[in-house]
Antibody, heavy 119, light 107 residues
Framework: QVQLVESGGDLVKPGGSLRLSCAAS????????MTWIRQAPGKGLEWISY????????SYVDSVRGRFTISRDDAKKSLYLQMNSLRVEDTAVYYC????????????WGQGTLVTVSS | DIQMTQSPSSLSASVGDRVTITCRAS??????LNWYQQKPGKAPELLIY???SLQSGVPSRFSGSGAETDFTLTISSLQPEDFATYYC?????????FGQGTKLEIK
């Protein structure tokens, strides 16, 4: 069965960095787009980035572009999100999700990992 | 960015009711519209993709319709497990923005 397990969430000070990981199993990881979505406490969902199969294309929401970098390692069946220059407003649960072959919907989600940015 | 607006933001209904949630896009998104259900403390789950295609394993009481800028999610007969928050999402242009959510509560 498809499984996605996020890790790496932590408490970090403003301006700090963090790297999130998402370990995938139960499907051919290299065939799929992968997406990061976040949810601030008590708020709605925010799509933040995706990466295509083959890692030739990425896209970001404006609020994280230039600070966050999405990447994948198909040999390790893992997705990553490098987060730099963290701000208080980046505090959220971060979900990784498997998306379809064109990245248009996310059919499996991990359980999420909490990132807290606070001094 | 494309703005997605859901209505209502919250809704009270009873088991067995027929419920409709609407989602409006700030510009045409053709049929690139998805619906997700989220229960407290859990990750969202995909219900409908491409406006009207039912995700595998989702009960047939859920249906989606619409095109261009106006979309609806309908639950034909509410079950106790359907009380949750529902989000629409456009996937026509990145960033793939979500609506603000509709919280469906028990009356």
């Amino acid at each position: 069965q498809v499984q996605l397990v996020e890790s790496g969430g932590d408490l970090v000070k403003p301006g700090g960095s963090l790297r999130l990981s998402c370990a995938a199993s139960g499907f051919t990881f290299s065939d799929y787009y992968m997406t990061w979505i976040r949810q601030a406490p008590g708020k709605g969902l925010e799509w933040i980035s995706y990466i295509n199969s083959g890692s030739t294309y990425t896209s970001y929401v404006d609020s994280v572009r230039g600070r966050f970098t999405i990447s994948r390692d198909d040999a390790k069946k893992s997705l990553y999100l490098q987060m730099n220059s963290l701000r208080v407003e980046d505090t959220a649960v971060y979900y990784c999700a498997r998306s379809d072959y064109s990245g248009t919907f996310s059919d499996y989600w991990g359980q999420g990992t909490l990132v807290t940015v606070s001094s | 960015d494309i703005q997605m607006t859901q209505s209502p933001s919250s809704l009270s209904a009873s088991v067995g009711d027929r419920v409709t949630i609407t989602c409006r896009a700030s510009r045409s998104i053709i049929s690139n519209l998805n619906w997700y259900q989220q229960k407290p403390g859990k990750a969202p789950e995909l219900l409908i993709y491409a406006a009207s295609s039912l995700q595998s394993g989702v009960p047939s009481r859920f249906s989606g319709s619409g095109a261009e800028t106006d979309f609806t999610l309908t639950i034909s007969s509410l079950q106790p497990e359907d009380f949750a928050t529902y989000y629409c999402q456009q996937s026509y242009r990145t960033p793939h923005t979500f609506g603000q959510g509709t919280k469906l509560e028990i009356k």
